[in-house]
């Protein structure tokens, strides 16, 4: 089965600048690759371009290039910086890298589309306050630890149940995960270690790995949208309810997050 991983991060510059944009980026990426995340392959697998570099051409060329090579069947996208939606659509934007015009800022629309033959996962840690188209166009501080086993032989058996999962998943499938409604702001922790969202969903789907591994639970593959779900409450009281993480998706569309075999 092929999967593509993209990650990508914007923190913004003077006056916008989220340094927590760095440290939500290398926490997904360490998830990832471990077996739990699904044992994603660095060099195969995983496209994580340089902070603020990217742009909507830069990852229409890639995808349009992986595919030409081999049908993905499943791509997750990662995206951690700044957006907003529009007012008419209420489509949501992601913007690449710092002092991008709206013409340049990536739709979700546009990554519905672009993945309609295969199956999607987005995770958006921004904000989507709701903006005009211009014309043309507090929680405590965390250091993750994946405590598992990283053997190779175990890396194997995650990837073997992450497919299995993923094969009943139709093609076709999108799931988004917003870090707020529209028309709020996403927020970040305290001391400007991450975004509100991530750092709790990471830790929720730490703390879901855990627990299973704990009571030897028969509970081999979690969905993102049951990660999403529990991580949505947290948020939502942490932010006192200033930040209401939603989810787009189809409920019979599982795409699993924690695999644990």
């Known amino acids: 089965m092929n999967r593509k991983l993209v990650i990508i991060g914007n923190t913004?510059?003077?006056?916008?600048?989220?340094?927590?944009?760095?440290?939500d980026i290398a926490n997904?990426?360490?998830?990832?690759?471990?077996g739990n995340g699904g044992a994603w392959d660095e060099e195969h697998e995983i496209y994580a371009p340089e902070v603020n570099t990217f742009s909507w051409q830069a990852l229409d060329t890639h995808m349009t290039l992986c595919e030409s090579q081999e049908h993905v069947d499943l791509w997750v996208i990662v995206f951690a910086g700044h957006g907003w939606a529009d007012e008419v659509t209420k489509d949501t934007f992601l913007e690449p890298r710092p002092?991008?015009?709206?013409?340049?800022?990536?739709?979700?629309s546009w990554i519905r589309q672009k993945t309609r033959n295969s199956r999607c996962l987005l995770i958006a840690d921004s904000c989507r306050v709701l903006m005009p188209i211009q014309e043309g166009a507090g929680v405590r501080e965390r250091t993750f630890s994946f405590s598992e086993d990283d053997s190779d032989d175990y890396k194997r058996q995650c990837i073997a149940l992450y497919e299995r999962s993923l094969s009943v998943v139709p093609v076709g499938s999108f799931c988004a995960g917003y870090a707020c409604r529209l028309d709020q702001s996403a927020g970040n922790i305290l001391g400007d270690r991450g975004g509100l969202y991530s750092d709790t969903l990471l830790?929720?789907?730490?703390e879901e790995i855990e627990t299973i591994k704990a009571n030897h639970e028969q509970e081999p593959a979690v969905s993102f949208s049951y990660i999403h779900a529990r991580a949505r409450q947290i948020?939502?009281?942490?932010s006192n309810g200033l930040q209401e993480p939603e989810i787009d998706h189809d409920r019979a569309r599982q795409i699993p997050f924690c695999?644990?075999?």
Not at 12 to 23: E, I, M
Not at 235 to 238: D, E, L, S
């Open 12 to 23: 913004g510059d003077r006056g916008h600048y989220v340094d927590s944009v760095n440290y």
């Open 28 to 34: 997904y990426k360490r998830y990832f690759t471990t």
């Open 99 to 108: 002092g991008t015009r709206q013409q340049e800022d990536i739709p979700v």
């Open 203 to 206: 830790n929720v789907a730490t």
């Open 235 to 238: 948020v939502m009281r942490a």
């Open 259 to 261: 695999v644990i075999p």
